[in-house]
């Protein structure tokens, strides 16, 4: 049981390159999140999808677009990267949205440095 | 916005009781307060959540105020895998703050 899986774990880009992180969860969950978090820093949500269909914008959306392309799978996009993206990031899943039973289940992190 | 407030470091001894705090008073009325921790820099990890009532689990037991503006994780025997990054977070924006660094020492 793989849980939340996360590639790739580490990258690194050179200013205004793209790149795709991927995220796929098999736990059959609603609802899947992308977090990003600076050194010494707590977690900052940067998009989530409540159910398949759907994204929402969370905290610092800018710079990035997302895709959840089916119930398993929710990709983050750099389009043109900046040495501010430097960070780790998180993919999470739960089984819903906002509710009592939505407790985060979180992926390994996925470490991109921008230079 | 439930915003939530920890302190940025607490210390505890080894095999003591670790009381973590936080306060919510910005928290709705049916908003849950989740609580995750982070061990070095891997993926937080759910410990437990609450409502209204007291919560306990294998993992640690959670004391939420009546009020529901503060609630306290309690690790009952704390052990040096314990020593984490401890957040709390309400459902209603899934915000995490910068957390409680917890340091267990022998």
């Known amino acids: 049981n793989a849980g939340v899986t996360q590639t790739p774990k580490f990258q690194v880009l050179k200013t205004g390159q793209s790149m795709t992180l991927q995220c796929a969860q098999d736990?059959?969950?609603?609802?899947m999140y992308w977090y990003r978090q600076d050194p010494g820093m707590g977690l900052r949500l940067i998009y989530y999808s409540a159910s398949e269909g759907t994204t929402d914008k969370g905290e610092v959306p800018n710079g990035y677009n997302v895709s959840r392309l089916n119930k398993r799978e929710f990709s983050l996009r750099l389009e043109s990267a900046a040495p501010s993206q430097t960070s780790v990031y998180f993919c999470?899943?739960?089984?819903?949205?906002?509710?009592?039973?939505?407790?985060?289940?979180f992926g390994e992190g996925s470490r991109l440095t921008v230079l | 916005d439930a915003k939530t407030t920890q302190p940025p470091s607490m210390d505890c001894a080894e095999g003591r009781a670790a009381n973590l705090p936080c306060n919510h008073s910005?928290?709705?009325?049916?908003?849950?307060v989740y609580w995750y921790r982070q061990i070095h820099s891997q993926g937080p990890q759910y410990i437990i959540h609450g409502l209204k009532n007291n919560e306990t689990n294998e993992m640690a037991s959670l004391i939420i105020t009546e009020d529901r503006k503060s609630s306290t994780l309690i690790l009952p025997h704390a052990t040096l895998r314990d020593t984490a990054v401890y957040y709390c977070i309400g459902t209603d924006k899934l915000i995490f703050g910068t957390g409680t660094r917890l340091q267990v020492f022998p």
């Open positions: 910005t928290i709705s009325g049916n908003e849950y």
């Open positions: 736990m059959n969950h609603n609802s």
């Open positions: 999470a899943s739960s089984k819903v949205y906002r509710t009592g039973t939505g407790e985060l289940f």
